[in-house]
Structure formats: C-alpha cells, structure tokens
C-alpha cells in the first residue's frame, strides 16, 4: 500500500534545472516555487485560483499552480516565466508585449506569457476567440487586455 | 491561503486508494483540486489526509459503446472530454464543459470532481441529472451504480460515502440536449442554468442554482416546462448576485430555453 | 464580443526622428517585466526574516473583551505578536484630518478596545514560514462582545444608530455647504424644475493585483527603519506614521521598485506599516507581510461610496441646465484614512464639463461599519462626475430632447478656455464638443436606430449613451483647508534629480513610485530630449527610495499627475544640468560664452565649430575626478536636485473659493449595449473612448490608462461593488463573487484623441490615468435608452448587475418629477 505523509522529498525540473527539496504535503507548488525554489517571477493575485498570476507549464499542460500541491508535481517537468527568454534574447511573444504594450505594471505578466505560450503551441495562429478563451484565466487590471490579444496575435505564426 | 497540515498519500490502484479512505477518517479524495484546494485554503475544510487519485489511469478514460453508451471515468478532465472523439458522441458534455471557467481549470479540473462536489452552482450535476446519467461507485465489497436522480442528496453531498469513490459515469446515447445559463460573467459562476434532455418524447429539465440538489422536471415539450417549473415551487437561495424570485425566474426562462434548445436538435 | 477592434487616430513615429517626446518608444521596463525579473515586494528575502498574519475581525461591531497571545506566543516557530494594547502604549493615534467630531477619531496601527468592521485587524503573529504564522493565528484568542452595527450611511444619523466612535459621540464625521453663484435666480429664470430623489454611486475599488505588502528592517544602533514596500504616496505614508511612532521622518526610509498596481488603492497602508515597524523593532529581525486577497477586499481602501438626495434641476425648455442643487451623502466606513478629503475634492470638478453657474451641494460624511474608504481611481471626482452625467441624461429623458443636443447645448466651450468655474478652478484647455463628434462618430451613431431595430428582431433592447469625464490632475493640497481651516497644506510638488557620471552616464531619479505608468520611459525622453543624446544614454533608476532624496513632502504616484509634477521636475533638473554643462563647457573650450553653445549627439559644442566638443564623458570626469585648475568660482556639480512647485495660491475659505487642480484632461466615451428584457442580462456589444491628455510624451502609455481605466469602469458598471449584508459581513470578498473583468468579457474598442496642450505646464502635458469613470457614466446612460419604451425606468445606480437590470425593466428606477417652475 502507498505511503501516508506529512512531507516528502521531491524532485522537480524546473526550466531546465533539477531540484531537490524536502517539501511538506500543505505546500502549495506556487510558494513552493516562489519561497524555496526562489524563482520569484511567477506570482500570487488572490487566494481563491481565479486570477491566474501563477500560471505555469506542468508536464506541458498550462495550470494555476495554487491549486496544485508542491508534493503531486514531484517528477514533473515545470516551465516558467523565467524559461522563456534565452539568456536575456526576449522570445518573440515577449517582445510583441513589450511592442504592443501589453504590459503595464507587469504583475499578471508571467503568468500571462505562460497562457500565451501554451495556446500558441496547441494554435499557432490563433484566432480572436482562441486567444480570449485561451487567456481567459488570467487577470489584468492594467491594461483592458486588448493590448494584450493584440500582442499575442502578433505573435502567432 | 495556507492549508492546513495535512497527510498526503498517491495510491497507485483505485484498491488501494479506498484502502487508505477507509483507514483515515479524515481522509478526502483528490480529484484535480480546482474545488478542493480552494475550499483548504480557505480553511473552511480540512482534511487530514488527502488521497490523490492523479495516479489512477483506469478512472482516466473516456469509452464509447455500440449501444451509444458513454462511459467516462471519474478523472477524466474537462479537456479530456473536450479531446476525446468519443465524448462527441453526446456533443452537450463538450459543449458545456467548454464554459467551465478557463483553461488551466479545464486542464486539471474532473468530470468526478465536479459532480461528487455538488456545489449548486456546478454545471454538470443538472447536466448529467437531464441526460439521466449513471454513476457507478466502488467500495469495500464491489461496485454499485446509482442514478443521478438518487446520486445527488444535499449541498456538497453525494451517494459517495466514507471509504468509496464514484469511479465513472455512464451516458445513455442522445443527441437532444440543451443547457442555458446565466453566469457571473462570461464562462463564469452560474447564477441560475438549467439542462434538457428529450428523450422518448418528453422533456426532462434539470434546474440548478435553485436548491441543494438539482430540482429535475418533466413535461411533453417544451411549452410544458414553464408550467412544470411554477409546479415545482421552487423556494430558490438569494445571495448578492440574486434575490430568490428573480433567480427562481431566471430558472424558469432557462428552463424553457435549454428545452427549446433540446428540442431543436436532431 | 466575437471580434475586437482597435481603431485608432494613428500617432505616427516621425522620421527623421526630431525628438524622443510624442514617439512610442521601447519602455524600458519591460525587458525585466517580461522575464519575469521584476522585484515587486513579495519578492524580497532577508535572512531569519518572520512572516506575519494578521488576525481580524469576524464583527463588524464589538467591544474586545480580552486577548491572550500565550498560546500562539508558545508555539514552536512564532516569533511573537503584536496587540492594540502594546500599541496603544508605544504609538499616539493617526493625525487627523477632519474638523471635529472626526477630529476626535482615535486610530491606531491594531483596534484598541473596539472592533467596527469584519477584517479589521486585533493582533500580529509573526513566525518563522508563512504556514506557521497562520497557524498560529488561530491560537490566539480574542473575546469579543458584539454590538449593533450600521451599514447604511442613511441611517447614520438615526437617533438610535449604533455610534462607531465615543470620542467623536455620533458617526457624523464631517460636514459642508458649498454654494454658488444664484441658486433663487437660477431657479426663478428656470421653465422647469427637475426632481430627482435618490442617486446612488457604489462602492467598489480597482482591486490591483498585487495585494498590499512590506518587508521591514530595523536598525537598531541607528535607529533607521527601512521600509520595502509598495506604497505608492511615501510622501503622505511618512507624515502620518513619523508623528504617530514618535520619530522623525528620515528615519522612515521607503524602499520601492516594481509594484504590481496601485490605483490609489494602496495609498492608505500606514496602519499596517507601522505594525510592521514596531514588530522588527519588537523581534529585532526583518518582518514580512504580504496582504491575502480576502484581507484586501475586507479592508483596504474601498472607494467612496455617495448618495446624492433631493437633487434639483433648473432647465429652460431648450434644454438649457442653469444650475442645481443636491445633498451628497458620502459613506466613509469606519476610519478615516484619507478622509474627509473627498468632501472637497469632488469640487475640482464642480460644474463636470457643463458650464451651470449655480450650484450647490450639502457634503455630509458618515463612519458606518464598513471597511475604511480611501483613494481609489477618479477619487471623489468620479462620484460628482457620474452624478452630472446622470442629471444630463435623466434630464434630456424627462424632456425629451436629444442627448447629444443638451451636451452640446451646456458643454463649456473650446474658446471659452482656460475657463473659471463657478468655484474659481481653472480648467485649462479642452473641446468636449469636438471630442464627443469623434465619439459619435465611432461608434456609428447615426445608424444605431437601425441597430436597434436589428437587435429588435433578435428580442434584444439595444440603446447607446454618452459618458463625459474629466482628469482633474495635480492637486492644490491648500484644498485641504476646506475640509480643515486648521490644516497646514498647500500646494503640491514633486522632485527629480538628474546627473552626469564620471564616464557620462546620465542618472534620473524620480519621487515617485510607478506601478506600470512607464516613468523610467518617459522620463528618459524628456531628458533625450533636452540633452540631446539617445535615449538608451538615459538611465532612470527603477522606483522610489528616500535614501536617494529625490522626494519631498508630496512624493508618491497618485491623482493622475506625473506628466506635469514627475516631468516638469525631470524637465527643471535637466534644464539646470544643461545650463552647467555650458557653464563648464565655456570654460573648458577656452572661454567661449555659453549662447555659442549647444549640446548635441552627448556632447557641448560650439554651434558654429562643431568639431570642437566636449563629450558628456569627459564633462563627468573633470568635475568628479580632474577638477584642478578649474576657476574657483565655477558653480558646477552635474548633479542637479530640482524641485517642481506648480503655481497655486491658497484658496479663498470663506467663498471656498480658488483654484484646485492644475490640469483637466477629458474623456468621453460611447457605450452600445444589448439587454435581454426576459431575463435582465446585457452585454456591451460596442464601445469608444476619445481622450484628451494635451500634449502626449508617449502616446501608446497614454492609451493604454484609458484603456486600463475603461476596463476597470466597465466592471464596475456591471459587476464588480462591495457589498455588505445587515450584519456589516461582505458579501464579495473574494474574485469568485467580485467579479472583474476577464479576457471574455471585453466588448469591441475604439479609440481616438485629441490634443488640447495645458497653456499652464511646462510640457503642455496634462496629468492623466484615473479615467474619470467615463465607462460607468456611459454605460449607465446606453441601459437608460435601451430601457426607453420599455419601462422607461431611470438609472439610479452605478452599479447595474443583471438583477438590478430586471428590476429596472419591471418597475421605474429613480423617482424623478418634473414641475413648473
């Protein structure tokens, strides 16, 4: 029978890197990856999962890492915002929110990218209405997310 | 937003995972957490052990039989049904679990989590109530199945008991479904909905939002619903989004307009 | 909402490229924002450092009967706490800025003896993991005996309505007749008196974010504490705690960089800021506190909610509106923080963009046991605005003229500006007549009838509406003193410093603290420009720190003035840099006078023997490293401190009288919205924003807040509010009930501009970003139409959810009365 745990080492790959953590099974993956991993680019904007600040690539698939525990993503694969540009090079989809001015304070930016990546890899060229399903879990109070379809548009092959 | 302590354990066959349901009082099932870890962090529940059933492949798959049956297992997610070729088979499942809040939900987020949570306001108990689903729950001594009628009991209350688990959910074969809504902005909570199903001629329509459980009615057609809602009386929950008599309306007008819907499909 | 539209009046880069300024160029923010390399303060670690949670309220009224920290004090992993009581005796209360009876208000960091709204914080716990301090906050005991609470600003007053604060002996907190002109004559020369009973604008906020947040050290040998924070006025943050923690302001340093939203909502942190303080005094060890969502919503910074009553409207029959009269009843919560500031500060505005002469309004604020209302975007003025627009439209409805034709016929006019209103503020520059053709002219007004026929046959009720706002933007704080005659403010300013290094690095640093407006961009423009070199030359340090000295008593990112206070210091610092380069110049090129001067591609050179320049490298080097020889007289540093003071006087109190604010930027925007009449649902299925910020230092920045505040106006319109059972128990605080906006719901946008320059700054900018609302008046205008023949109820309300919708459709809305003069 599978074990019954309060804690657990876990090992996650995180843009690349390998991690190995003692973790407890409460830890949220979002503060884990925030105050233990110190990758501080992914954020937090409620305490409910509706704002998608936390946005991140587990295993490829596009979650809010506030309703996943630290202790289930052991093994996993995990992208974030950090992971996306190339050694200071931005992407192309970063860019296209820096042209179109699809960032104002930059708070719900990560997590945006990374809802934004995760549709332009299952739609390349996204249409409008995938780009507003595709982002609808992610909140912005800056900038009325038109910029921001715009930017995402752009960035579509 | 900080759980509380809590035990946590990934069985690897949905045997062993009742084993540890049944030895741990406090112990609650993991579906995709989308509902679940919310309501921990809130503190508002707090399990003392969580059983994570993410590891269990056999409750994952989405079956299509040649009598039209579709057999979903618990764990399938929303975006699973809304890949699955299968699930097309009765295009409502798709087409409602495509409003289901977002893409990070939907990508997490179980068919099973959301009918064994029971929350009034969820989309698929009144959905699967209207298409008359079956739900089969395994325990200790084997596996029984339940109809959704007697499947849902009270708020955030199912026939799954202490140490059981709803393992899949059967969908007889139909096309003619509907389902309206009026949600706290798009794709958002349901302040009211109602589901409809035409089968064998009559018009079965589950309302949600209006009681603990979904309150299912019948009639002949559609331009029965109405009178068949009034007959229900419903005594609907206000909250800040509605007062009980305009939500008890609204469930009328959506009533008769998932039966329409329904019947206007072959 | 299937497509989105942006159309645009095009703002076109130039080539050649004749200045940095007018030009969208790459903000230089976002290469960190991208990578998610922001530091926002959550962000931040220090060694040892104590997580805190602050246990609240579960009453919104109760006396605290006992607290016993023991058990959570004993906890394996706390750190300690905090109580009312410890604070009570290490800190004096809040300064006040009312006149009695909320003079008497006796606010501290923690509740002191009494509860009077759910949330309010009772006792700190801080501990070594954020888990642990929540956890340990449950062992905290506090006994409470609760009390009747109020949650009505109607009922306030009542003889029997439970009082908030005995010091003060009633929850009035501040009251004031303001009144010009000739209300008798107006309203003797009017045809028709227009009655409306009750308005209503609600209470809602713009919900950044990024919670509220600190991390605070504390030096113990000098007794320094250093705030990391993302309070956006250090400026109004110091002057309230440096008196209430009995030290002086510089030992208050605060510390931002990136913050993730502000929107005047985190204005008024200080309670919890000073907590902060006393707890890493307290722990000897940097204490940590990042606000829950909940604890936002519960707590912070609610925007002013205002009733308007007996409002009445002198009209001519030709739709002529002379003046009116109205009773503002303004729900303040239970603390003033900011407050009773708003009782004046809707006077910025008085007339909206109407030019009535004769008005008057009775200003009433009322505590209720609600969550404290501070600054939130279009402060005080939105409220006032939304009420102008409203009285438009509910006129041109009861009359039964055209909308369009009564703003035509009352709005102030181009050539009638700059324009002294009734109350004496200047509105510097504008053509709203010309703004609302653009506006019209977007949404497709002309053909809206066969719109609404179209939608007719689908079984939806479509109308259209106008919203016109202003911007009123930097402040004359002097306005103060009519709330306070006592109040020792006036004027405004802010403070910039701009230097060249030792190997020609140009430096900016603001006083101000950005949360996404693109200071560092748009400052480094102004400064290109000015001294000629490229903009990638200009480094602006990212943020706020009061180490730096770049700020003074009026510093921070509030009231929608950066482009004029922000860049007229950028501007001065630069001018008086520019002027000691010559200086140095003409004595290093042999003497040269400075007119023969001229600096260009980062060198001073002679204009006429342009080969004999002096790059800004070698200017840095001789004053910071090679300064021998050079005449003892030469007044030349490179490092140049400028302080903007815009010209204001202080207002007449007695008349209350005088000029407010300095710049009025305009909107206005077109709403198109469809309902459905069965069930109260609508959508916004069209929509234009035309604005008016004078001259645009960076267009795309410009566009994008009146988008951001469009957005946040269409959500308060429709869904977002707090509100609040009869226990005082909110009833939205969380984003599953307060609903914002999300990517789905944004209708279709047009936008388009003018450009009216402030004859009155030194950019001919005009102070920009709080929005004015203009969503919410043109939305609640579109429902109004759509609603004509169908009830033909009146919108009473800024906030219009679906329910209210229904309402509306099934009984009237306002009770408005029209009567012979």
């Known amino acids: ?157 | 937003m900080l759980l509380r302590e809590v035990e946590y354990a990934k069985p690897g066959s949905v045997a062993d995972a009742l084993a540890i349901l049944r030895e741990h009082d406090g112990a609650r099932a993991l579906a995709g957490g989308q509902t679940l870890i919310n309501v921990m962090k809130a503190r508002a529940a707090s399990p003392d052990v969580l059983v994570d059933l993410n590891g269990l492949d056999d409750l994952k798959g989405i079956e299509l039989a040649a009598d039209g049956t579709l057999t979903i297992g618990a764990m399938a997610t929303y975006t699973d049904v809304l890949a699955s070729a299968e699930a097309r088979a009765r295009p409502i499942l798709g087409e409602v679990c495509a409003t289901i809040a977002d893409v990070q939900v939907r990508n997490r987020g179980t068919i099973g989590g959301n009918v064994c949570s029971n929350d009034p306001t969820n989309h698929l108990p009144p959905l699967m109530a209207a298409v008359g689903a079956r739900m089969t729950i395994a325990g200790e001594s084997g596996e029984r199945t339940v109809d959704a009628h007697d499947f849902f009991l009270g708020v955030y209350l199912t026939a799954v008991g202490p140490g059981e688990l709803l393992t899949r959910i059967s969908v007889p074969a139909g096309k003619q479904d509907g389902f309206a809504a009026v949600t706290l902005g798009a794709d958002g909570t349901c302040i009211a909905n109602a589901a409809a199903s035409i089968d064998g001629g009559r018009v079965r329509v589950a309302l949600g939002c209006v009681d603990a459980v979904p309150v299912v009615v019948t009639a002949d057609g559609p331009e029965g619903v109405g009178a068949a809602v009034d007959a229900a009386n419903l005594m609907p929950p206000f909250d800040v989004h509605a007062s009980s008599e305009y939500r008890g309306h609204l469930a009328r007008v959506l009533a008769i307009r998932a039966a329409e819907q329904a019947a206007g499909r072959s | ?821």
């Open chain 3, 1 to 821: 909402m299937s497509t989105t539209t942006i159309e645009t009046a095009p703002a076109e880069v130039v080539a050649p490229q004749k200045t940095w300024s007018g030009q969208n160029v790459p903000r230089k923010e976002d290469k960190r924002l991208t990578q998610g390399e922001g530091v926002f303060v959550d962000d931040i670690k220090r060694h040892g450092m104590g997580y805190i949670h602050f246990v609240r309220s579960p009453y919104a009224h109760a006396h605290i009967t006992s607290i016993d920290v023991a058990k959570a004090e004993q906890t394996k992993g706390v750190y300690g706490t905090l109580t009312g009581e410890e604070v009570a005796s290490l800190t004096d209360p809040f300064f006040q800025l009312s006149t009695p009876p909320g003079a008497y208000l006796k606010d501290y960091a923690l509740a002191v003896g009494k509860v009077r709204y759910v949330g309010e914080a009772v006792v700190a716990v801080v501990a070594e993991t954020r888990e642990l301090a929540r956890d340990a906050s449950e062992l905290v005991e506090v006994e409470y005996e609760p009390l009747d609470a109020v949650v009505d600003a109607r009922k306030a007053q009542d003889d029997d309505a439970p009082v908030l604060h005995d010091e003060s002996g009633s929850n009035l907190m501040w009251e004031g007749v303001f009144e010009w002109g000739d209300l008798d004559a107006a309203f003797a020369e009017a045809d028709k008196i227009v009655k409306i009973d009750e308005l209503h604008f609600h209470r809602f906020n713009s919900t950044p974010l990024e919670t509220d947040g600190a991390l605070v050290e504390f030096n113990r040998g000098t007794g320094q504490w250093t705030l990391y924070t993302n309070n956006q006025f250090p400026g109004f943050a110091q002057i309230m705690m440096g008196p209430a923690m009995r030290c002086g302001l510089d030992k208050l340093r605060f510390v931002t960089q990136d913050i993730g939203g502000g929107f005047g909502n985190k204005i008024t942190s200080h309670p919890q800021l000073v907590a902060c303080c006393l707890l890493a005094r307290k722990l000897n060890r940097a204490v940590q506190w990042t606000e829950w969502r909940t604890d936002f919503h519960m707590s912070m910074s609610h925007g002013n909610e205002r009733w308007f009553h007996d409002t009445e409207v002198a009209v001519k029959n030709d739709g002529t509106l002379l003046g009116f009269r109205t009773k503002a009843l303004d729900d303040a919560g239970a603390w003033l923080r900011y407050e009773p500031l708003g009782g004046v500060i809707w006077a910025q505005v008085t007339p909206g963009v109407y030019k009535w002469r004769h008005i008057r309004l009775d200003f009433t604020q009322v505590a209720t046991n609600k969550a404290p209302c501070s600054p939130n975007r279009g402060y005080s003025r939105m409220q006032h605005l939304w009420f102008t627009e409203r009285v438009m439209d509910i006129v041109a409805h009861e009359l039964e003229l055209d909308p369009i034709e009564v703003r035509k016929r009352n709005y102030i006019k181009a050539e009638d500006m700059p324009y002294e209103t009734p109350n004496g503020c200047i509105y510097d520059s504008g053509d709203y007549e010309k703004m609302l053709d653009v506006a019209t002219d977007l949404i497709g007004w002309d053909g809206i009838e066969q719109k609404r026929a179209e939608a007719k046959e689908r079984g939806r009720l479509l109308g259209v509406g106008i919203g016109s706002t202003l911007d009123s933007g930097t402040n004359n704080f002097g306005q103060s003193r009519l709330i306070n005659p006592e109040l020792q403010f006036s004027g405004n300013n802010e403070v910039a410093t701009v230097k060249l290094d030792i190997f020609g690095e140009i430096v900016v640093t603001l006083g101000t603290t950005p949360q996404g407006q693109g200071h560092e961009t748009t400052a480094a423009q102004v400064v290109a420009d000015i001294l000629g070199c490229s903009i990638d030359d200009v480094h602006v340090r990212a943020g706020h720190d009061s180490y730096w000295n770049s700020h003074a008593g009026f510093s921070g990112t509030y009231a929608s003035q950066f482009a004029v206070t922000g860049l007229s210091a950028v501007k001065g610092a630069t001018d008086m840099l520019v002027e000691q380069i010559k200086r140095l110049g003409s004595v290093v090129l042999g003497g040269v006078p400075e007119e023969a001067l001229e600096l260009a591609e980062g060198t001073v050179r002679i204009k006429d023997n342009p080969e004999a320049a002096l790059p800004f490298m070698a200017c840095g080097a001789i004053i910071n490293a090679n300064n021998a020889g050079l005449p003892e007289d030469l007044d030349v540093t490179l490092n140049c401190r400028y302080v903007y003071r815009p010209p204001f006087q202080l207002p007449d109190l007695e008349r209350k009288f005088g000029n407010l604010t300095l710049t009025y930027a305009s909107q206005i925007h077109a709403a198109v919205v469809e309902i459905d009449p069965e069930t109260g649902y609508y959508e916004i299925v069209d929509y234009a924003a035309v604005d008016d910020c004078g001259v645009r230092i960076h267009p795309q920045i410009v566009e994008g807040q009146v988008m951001g505040a469009t957005a946040q106006a269409l959500g308060a319109v429709t869904h977002e509010a707090y509100e609040y059972d009869e226990e005082g128990n909110l009833l939205t605080p969380n984003f599953y009930d307060y609903h914002v906006p999300h990517a789905l719901d944004m209708p279709p946008l047009r936008t388009g501009y003018i450009e009216t320059a402030s004859p009155f700054t030194p950019l001919g900018t005009k102070g920009m970003g709080e929005g004015g609302g203009a969503g919410i008046h043109a939305v609640c205008a579109a429902l109004q139409d759509a609603m004509r023949g169908h009830g033909d109820a009146i919108v009473y309300d800024s906030w219009n959810p679906y329910k209210r919708v229904w309402e509306m459709l099934n009984a009237r809305g306002a009770v408005v009365t029209v009567e012979p003069a």
């Open chain 1, 1 to 157: 029978m599978s074990s019954v745990a309060s804690s657990k080492t876990v090992t996650v790959t995180v843009n690349g890197v390998e991690y190995e953590r003692e973790v407890e099974a409460r830890k949220l993956l979002i503060h884990f990856v925030r105050d233990d991993l110190d990758l501080t680019g992914s954020h937090i904007g409620c305490d409910t999962g509706n704002c998608g600040a936390c946005s991140m690539l587990v295993n490829g698939q596009l979650v809010k890492s506030c309703m996943l525990l630290a202790i289930q993503a052991d093994g996993a694969t995990i992208e974030t915002v950090e992971g996306l540009a190339d050694g200071g090079e931005l992407t192309r989809l970063q860019q296209s929110f820096s042209d179109h001015h699809a960032l104002q304070c930059g708070y719900c930016t990560p997590g945006m990218l990374m809802s934004a990546t995760a549709l332009l890899r299952e739609h390349p060229s996204p249409t409008d209405e995938q780009i507003r399903k595709g982002l609808q879990g992610n909140i912005c109070r800056c900038t009325g997310y038109w910029n921001i379809f715009e930017a995402v548009k752009a960035a579509g092959a």
